[in-house]
């Protein structure tokens, strides 16, 4: 037994000092390391785990009603996983996840799929007209989320907007705030506002690619559009699994667009996205413990899957290696 | 009365000891703390000579009432702040505000909020200073609406009573005459929709339970009540359900326009007269005229229409008081600016010219803006129609102190049930179990009637 475990100690030791060059490490590596971490760690843990167990804290508690009708002094209880149970039950914020679901499976491949094809396209223009129209399809990124929609919320209304009074003039009449449109509605914002920013982040890939490629492959006689397909999009792939990533948190996150469409519409509801449901238990029904419980779930959900994502397009990526 | 700040503060001190998120779970087994604002309401000393100041919200552009009383009154300062209007944003940022313990001495609270509020322990108790004294100035129904358990919660502003404003001109081309009942009302309808060229008489609006609840309240229902400790929920009655199946008839008839009203779409309907009618609240005349000034002198107004002939029933939409919220520290000096402003006939004067309603104090009408001619009106006293609409309006209407949600989902399921082609009267029940479980979730006894 001990023999064992000195040999593996022996070999770990041995490998973690083989690639350090020159032999003897810094004194303390560690707490040079620490230093430079301290901020970020004391960050994540006020903002990020903080938060997190508060709310999760928040979540197991209600409040024990008194007096006449119940409108005497209330005590906090604790409720176990009963707010659970509820939000559960409540058939509008399971279809809430339903619709946001549906949302990400046609517009997260959409969007990106335009993002990929204008960043391949960028790539290959060389000269001054890539930076203009790079900086161009980022333009939209750069306004708030808030601003976008109230921007195409004018457009969408009928009698304000320009674009249904043209459409009506040929014959058209579409409906962009109807039943089944306003979500597709809200996913044309959501592509105009991030489809730019990104191609932003696959241009930076494509740029890190080293030019002697490029060369090899022209030389093997391939031209702009066989480079792009079998080139550039494989090596592309860690950019558009981040952004694949981005997107589908962000996706699950829908909360400034449907706000600010609903007063336009009847079609978006209180709780038209899990987050909007939240909101409203929190701030109208002033159901905090409730709409913590709600969060929770999202932000598992929202773990599940772009994990999810990660190790199915990891294990992918390992069979392509052998 | 030590309220729950503890939990937070030592929440926080274990986040700065770093044990992490589950270290919080301790505190489980501690839960003594009290729900609702942070700090109560305590009069501060104040020396002889100092200067107070006030924080007011309200989304009524009072700034002008506002400078009277800080011209009038040197000693208190109130600094006015625009918040958004009710649910879409006004109502979070109070109850955001009492939670974290800085709320602003003043703000405006409709009535069906109230005892949401109350809830939460959101209203300073104003009979511990001297509230009682005002309540002969003000109209019993509504100073009512802000007393609970015997003790005044809040000063009351303006209420909405209902009328049917309409365009004469239009009525006039088509040959309609203002409904008097609701079968002609529906009559009027079809000749518009015959006769408008694409023009509808009005808009039903999903997004407007509130509105939806003055038509019920009106007819007769009464949509919650309370029997000893217990809340019973009616919203399902039989009257209700009428008045849902006129509506769905006028909107699957294609007799109405449906959309949220009040909205960049409906004015634009009312400025080119695709609407030519609005079963509206008194406070609807501000909302017409400034944002259709185009149609000054074609609007009329006439009384409600009936669901019997010559009966006079009449209704309420909104009604705002000024509340004092829990855990200031001037409540005496708020509570003076309170009075003030819903008193002062100069004061409701300004109030009134920025369509903050039907004040709620009495014998400030006659004399006051609202009791002249008014040229929007084609010169017509039409205030008078809704001083008459004031006074039938039956009072012994309740609001569940879960107004906010058991109102959102009212408004999704009417939005559905007429994209789905489902039956508004169908969503009432659905209503009522909503309702009862959004009591019960709040820890109120509750159930159905």
Same mark, same amino acid.
């Given at each position: 037994m001990?023999?064992?475990?000195?040999? !593996?100690?022996?070999?770990?030791?041995?490998?973690?000092?083989?690639?350090?060059?020159?032999?003897?490490?810094?004194?303390?590596?560690?707490?040079?390391?620490?230093?430079?971490?301290?901020?970020?760690?004391?960050? *994540?843990?006020? !903002?990020?785990?903080?938060?997190?167990?508060?709310?999760?804290?928040?979540?197991?508690?209600?409040?024990?009603?008194?007096?006449?009708?119940?409108?005497?002094?209330? !005590?906090?209880?604790?409720?176990?996983?009963?707010?659970y149970?509820?939000?559960?039950?409540?058939?509008?914020?399971?279809?809430?996840?339903?619709?946001?679901?549906? *949302?990400?499976?046609?517009?997260?491949?959409?969007?990106?799929m #335009?993002?990929?094809?204008?960043? #391949?396209?960028?790539?290959t223009?060389?000269?001054?007209?890539?930076?203009?129209?790079?900086?161009?399809?980022?333009?939209?990124?750069?306004?708030p989320?808030?601003?976008?929609?109230?921007?195409?919320? *004018?457009?969408?209304?009928?009698?304000?907007?320009?674009?249904?009074?043209?459409?009506?003039?040929?014959?058209?009449?579409p409906?962009?705030?109807?039943?089944?449109?306003?979500?597709?509605?809200?996913?044309?914002?959501?592509?105009?506002?991030?489809?730019?920013?990104?191609?932003?982040?696959?241009?930076?890939?494509?740029?890190?690619?080293?030019?002697?490629?490029?060369?090899?492959?022209?030389?093997?006689?391939?031209?702009?559009?066989?480079?792009?397909?079998?080139?550039?999009?494989?090596?592309a792939?860690?950019?558009?699994?981040? !952004?694949?990533?981005?997107?589908?948190?962000?996706?699950?996150?829908?909360?400034?667009?449907?706000?600010?469409?609903?007063?336009?519409?009847?079609?978006?509801?209180?709780?038209?996205?899990?987050?909007?449901?939240?909101?409203n238990?929190?701030?109208?029904?002033n159901?905090i413990? #409730?709409?913590?419980?709600?969060s929770?779930?999202?932000?598992?959900?929202?773990?599940?899957?772009?994990?999810?994502?990660?190790?199915?397009?990891?294990?992918?990526?390992?069979?392509?290696?052998? | 009365?030590?309220s729950?700040?503890?939990?937070r503060?030592?929440?926080?001190?274990?986040?700065?000891?770093?044990?992490?998120?589950?270290?919080?779970?301790?505190?489980?087994?501690?839960?003594?703390?009290?729900?609702?604002?942070?700090?109560?309401?305590?009069?501060?000393?104040?020396?002889?000579?100092?200067?107070?100041?006030?924080?007011?919200?309200?989304?009524?552009?009072?700034?002008?009432?506002?400078?009277?009383?800080?011209?009038?009154?040197?000693?208190?300062?109130?600094e006015?702040?625009?918040?958004?209007?009710?649910?879409?944003?006004?109502?979070?940022?109070?109850?955001?505000?009492?939670?974290?313990?800085?709320?602003?001495?003043?703000?405006?609270v409709?009535?069906?909020?109230?005892?949401?509020?109350?809830?939460?322990?959101?209203?300073?108790?104003?009979?511990?200073?001297?509230?009682?004294?005002?309540?002969?100035?003000?109209?019993?129904?509504?100073w009512?609406?802000?007393?609970?358990?015997?003790?005044?919660?809040?000063?009351?502003?303006?209420?909405?009573?209902?009328?049917l404003?309409?365009?004469k001109d239009?009525?006039?081309?088509?040959g309609?005459? %203002?409904?008097?009942?609701?079968?002609?009302?529906?009559q009027?309808?079809?000749?518009?929709?015959?006769?408008?060229?694409?023009?509808?008489?009005?808009?039903?609006?999903?997004?407007?339970?509130?509105?939806?609840?003055?038509?019920?309240?009106?007819?007769?229902?009464?949509?919650?009540?309370?029997? +000893?400790?217990?809340?019973?929920?009616?919203?399902? $009655?039989?009257?209700?359900?009428?008045?849902?199946?006129?509506?769905?008839?006028?909107?699957?008839?294609?007799?109405?326009?449906?959309?949220?009203?009040?909205?960049?779409?409906?004015f634009?309907q009312?400025?080119?007269?695709?609407?030519?009618?609005?079963?509206?609240?008194?406070?609807?005349?501000?909302?017409?005229? $400034?944002n259709?000034?185009?149609?000054?002198?074609?609007?009329?107004?006439?009384?409600?229409?009936?669901?019997?002939?010559?009966?006079?029933?009449?209704?309420n939409?909104?009604?705002?008081?000024?509340?004092?919220?829990?855990?200031?520290?001037?409540?005496?000096?708020?509570?003076?600016?309170?009075?003030?402003?819903?008193?002062?006939?100069?004061?409701?004067?300004?109030?009134?010219?920025?369509?903050?309603?039907?004040?709620?104090?009495?014998?400030?009408?006659?004399g006051?803006?609202?009791?002249?001619?008014?040229?929007?009106?084609?010169?017509?006293r039409?205030?008078?129609?809704?001083?008459?609409?004031?006074? %039938?309006?039956?009072?012994?209407?309740?609001?569940?102190p879960?107004?906010?949600?058991?109102?959102?989902?009212?408004?999704?399921?009417?939005?559905?049930?007429? %994209?789905?082609? +489902?039956?508004?009267?169908a969503?009432?029940a659905? %209503?009522?179990?909503?309702?009862?479980?959004?009591?019960?979730?709040?820890?109120?006894?509750?159930?159905?009637?």
């Amino acid at each position: 037994m001990s023999t064992a475990i000195s040999r !593996t100690k022996n070999r770990t030791e041995s490998r973690t000092m083989k690639p350090t060059p020159g032999g003897r490490r810094s004194a303390r590596p560690d707490r040079a390391a620490w230093t430079f971490l301290l901020p970020f760690v004391a960050l *994540f843990l006020f !903002t990020f785990v903080l938060p997190l167990g508060y709310a999760v804290y928040q979540s197991m508690l209600k409040p024990v009603r008194s007096g006449a009708l119940g409108l005497g002094p209330a !005590t906090v209880g604790f409720a176990g996983l009963d707010n659970y149970s509820l939000a559960l039950q409540q058939s509008a914020f399971l279809e809430s996840f339903a619709r946001v679901l549906l *949302f990400g499976v046609v517009q997260i491949p959409v969007m990106l799929m #335009l993002a990929t094809a204008l960043a #391949l396209a960028l790539d290959t223009l060389s000269h001054r007209w890539a930076g203009i129209l790079r900086a161009a399809y980022f333009l939209p990124y750069g306004v708030p989320g808030v601003i976008a929609s109230i921007l195409w919320g *004018f457009l969408y209304v009928p009698g304000v907007s320009p674009v249904v009074d043209l459409l009506g003039r040929v014959g058209l009449a579409p409906d962009f705030l109807g039943y089944d449109s306003v979500l597709w509605s809200i996913a044309n914002i959501v592509i105009w506002e991030f489809a730019g920013y990104n191609m932003l982040v696959i241009v930076a890939q494509l740029k890190a690619i080293p030019q002697e490629l490029y060369e090899a492959a022209r030389i093997d006689g391939a031209g702009a559009w066989q480079t792009a397909i079998r080139i550039k999009l494989p090596l592309a792939r860690p950019a558009l699994v981040l !952004t694949g990533v981005f997107s589908i948190i962000g996706t699950l996150q829908l909360f400034a667009e449907p706000l600010v469409i609903k007063p336009l519409t009847s079609t978006v509801t209180s709780s038209y996205t899990p987050n909007l449901s939240a909101y409203n238990e929190a701030f109208a029904n002033n159901n905090i413990y #409730l709409a913590a419980a709600e969060s929770v779930i999202l932000a598992l959900v929202a773990s599940v899957l772009s994990f999810g994502f990660l190790s199915l397009v990891n294990r992918g990526k390992g069979r392509d290696a052998r | 009365m030590n309220s729950s700040p503890p939990s937070r503060r030592t929440v926080l001190r274990w986040g700065a000891g770093a044990t992490g998120a589950l270290a919080a779970l301790p505190a489980l087994t501690a839960c003594g703390q009290t729900v609702g604002a942070a700090r109560t309401t305590r009069q501060a000393a104040t020396r002889p000579g100092q200067k107070v100041n006030l924080v007011f919200w309200t989304w009524v552009p009072m700034q002008k009432t506002v400078d009277l009383w800080n011209r009038t009154h040197p000693d208190i300062h109130v600094e006015m702040q625009t918040i958004p209007q009710n649910v879409q944003g006004g109502y979070q940022k109070m109850h955001a505000s009492l939670t974290a313990g800085n709320p602003p001495d003043l703000a405006q609270v409709e009535y069906h909020e109230l005892p949401g509020f109350m809830l939460v322990n959101g209203l300073t108790d104003l009979s511990a200073y001297g509230a009682d004294e005002l309540r002969d100035s003000y109209v019993p129904w509504q100073w009512n609406q802000g007393v609970f358990d015997g003790r005044v919660r809040t000063i009351p502003q303006a209420s909405g009573p209902m009328g049917l404003f309409y365009r004469k001109d239009l009525f006039e081309k088509w040959g309609i005459e %203002a409904p008097a009942t609701w079968a002609e009302f529906e009559q009027a309808a079809r000749v518009v929709k015959a006769r408008g060229g694409g023009a509808r008489l009005c808009t039903f609006a999903p997004n407007q339970p509130s509105w939806f609840a003055a038509m019920c309240w009106q007819r007769g229902a009464r949509w919650i009540r309370t029997e +000893g400790d217990d809340w019973i929920v009616d919203m399902n $009655s039989d009257l209700s359900r009428e008045v849902a199946d006129f509506w769905e008839r006028m909107v699957r008839d294609d007799l109405v326009f449906v959309g949220p009203d009040m909205s960049s779409a409906w004015f634009r309907q009312v400025q080119t007269g695709q609407i030519s009618a609005w079963v509206g609240p008194q406070w609807g005349d501000a909302m017409l005229r $400034s944002n259709a000034p185009g149609t000054k002198g074609k609007w009329r107004v006439a009384p409600l229409p009936q669901w019997t002939r010559g009966d006079n029933a009449s209704a309420n939409w909104g009604g705002s008081s000024t509340a004092i919220l829990q855990g200031t520290r001037h409540p005496r000096e708020a509570l003076r600016f309170a009075h003030w402003v819903n008193t002062d006939p100069e004061a409701v004067d300004l109030n009134i010219s920025v369509g903050y309603g039907w004040p709620a104090a009495t014998g400030v009408f006659r004399g006051s803006a609202l009791d002249k001619p008014d040229p929007f009106f084609g010169g017509q006293r039409y205030n008078d129609v809704f001083t008459a609409s004031d006074r %039938a309006i039956d009072t012994s209407w309740k609001w569940s102190p879960t107004t906010d949600a058991d109102f959102a989902q009212f408004g999704d399921a009417f939005g559905a049930a007429i %994209a789905g082609g +489902g039956s508004l009267a169908a969503t009432l029940a659905g %209503a009522q179990k909503n309702t009862v479980d959004n009591l019960l979730a709040k820890g109120l006894k509750a159930r159905s009637a």
